[in-house]
Every structure is written in C-alpha cells, then in structure tokens.
C-alpha cells in the first residue's frame, strides 16, 4: 500500500547515545517533513526537505541532523540524545494536496 | 502562515452534524484553509483543504465565509471514530513556507453514543 513508513516503532535511548529515526515513502513525492510531538501538544516541525538533495530547518532543529538519502528516503539523527528529546517523531510526506503523515516512532531518552 | 483560533474541546451526539469553527482573521489572499484530525497515538490525517469555495469530499464539508476570516468543517454524521483532535491550519501555497504546517493546539472532538 502506498504511504508512509517509519522504524522503529518504539525505542528507547540512555542520554548520550545516538539514533537514526528512518523514513521512507512510495507517493513519489518530492518534499518531506519530521515533526515531533509532546504530550498534549501541537505538532512542532524540526525539518524539511523540498526536494532530493536540499534539507532546511525548521522550529526546532537543535540536537538533530537530517538526510535526504534520494527521493524515497529521508532519516533524522540524534547524534547525544537528551531526555528533552523524548517524543512521538512523525515522518510526512506532500504533494501539495495534503499531507500524508507516518504511524510515528514513540522515543523515550531516559 | 495565519495564525488560527479553535475552541478547546466540543462535543457531538452519535449520527448529528459535528460543526467544529475555526477564525483566520488573519489570512492571507494565497493561504489555504486545511483541515487534519489526529485519532490517538496515531498519525494526523489530512481531512479537506479549500481557498475562497465551499468544498465537500467523502469525508467532510468545508464552508469558507466570504471574507475568509472564519471557515466551519462539517462532519454530516458523526461516528464514535470521529473523535479526535481536529486541526484547523493556514497554509501559504508558495514562497518560503513552502507548505509547510503550523499545528495550533486543535479542537478535541468527542462524539458520545
């Protein structure tokens, strides 16, 4: 089926270690997006990246970097995970009609 | 990117209209007005989207107000599924938002038996 998909699912880190959230869509679309959520709140947009090649911040970019590996793939790595960072992670994709949003990676940093 | 008013919560009786209103006073002549609900733990879900027209699809109903400040989603007949978070958004079609979604707090939506 066509969407969006994220692994993993869930995951636990120790403060300090590293993770790459990964992230792959079959719309062929060209942008795609990481949101985090906290509970209880909005959807916060880290970053972006508008075509294969290019990425660009978003509201809340610090302690994370970004991949656009090509058109399917884009990852988002922690490089010193903080418990600040604990989180629902969503990985979406646009085709300028609509969002298509993935199931979400749950992250806890303890 | 407009910035958007909802209420916090509403409520709707199983199979009644669920009319959740949202004010853009705000928006800008090439902002679309979208919709998305995000049912728990899950993924936000792109509901309907619309500029100056009213716009219907299988899902929902989008009535725009003239001037554009304000716009109502209509669920025609609500379902327990329908609960869930319900975000109202701006969108700048072009330049440097590039699309990109700015998510407000929403409407908590609860559909009771």
């Known amino acids: 089926n066509a969407g969006v998909t994220q692994t993993p699912k869930f995951q636990v880190l120790k403060t300090g270690q590293s993770m790459t959230l990964q992230c792959a869509q079959d719309?062929?679309?060209?942008?795609m997006y990481w949101y985090r959520q906290d509970p209880g709140m909005g959807l916060r947009l880290i970053y972006y990246?508008?075509?294969?090649?290019?990425?660009d911040k978003g509201e809340v970019p610090n302690g994370y970097n970004v991949s656009r590996l090509n058109k399917r793939e884009f990852s988002l790595r922690l490089e010193s995970a903080a418990p600040s960072q604990t989180s629902v992670y969503f990985c979406?994709?646009?085709?300028?009609?609509?969002?298509?949003f993935g199931s979400g990676t749950r992250l806890t940093v303890v | 990117d407009a910035k958007t008013t909802q209420p916090t919560s509403m409520d709707c009786a199983e199979g009644r209209a669920a009319n959740l209103p949202c004010n853009h006073s705000?928006?800008?002549?090439?902002?679309?007005v979208y919709w998305y609900r995000q049912i728990h733990s899950q993924g936000p879900q792109y509901i309907i989207h619309?500029?100056?027209n009213n716009e219907t699809n299988e899902m929902a109903s989008l009535i725009i107000t003239e001037d554009r400040k304000s716009s109502t989603l209509i669920l025609p007949h609500a379902t327990l599924r329908d609960t869930a978070v319900y975000y109202c958004?701006?969108?700048?079609?072009?330049?440097?938002?590039?699309?990109?979604?700015?998510f407000g707090q929403g409407t908590i939506l609860t559909v009771h038996p």
């Open positions: 979406a994709t646009d085709r300028g009609l609509g969002y298509t």
């Open positions: 719309m062929n679309h060209n942008s």
């Open positions: 990246s508008a075509s294969e090649g290019t990425t």
């Open positions: 705000t928006i800008s002549g090439n902002e679309y």
């Open positions: 619309g500029l100056k």
């Open positions: 958004i701006g969108v700048n079609a072009g330049g440097t938002s590039y699309g990109k979604l700015t």
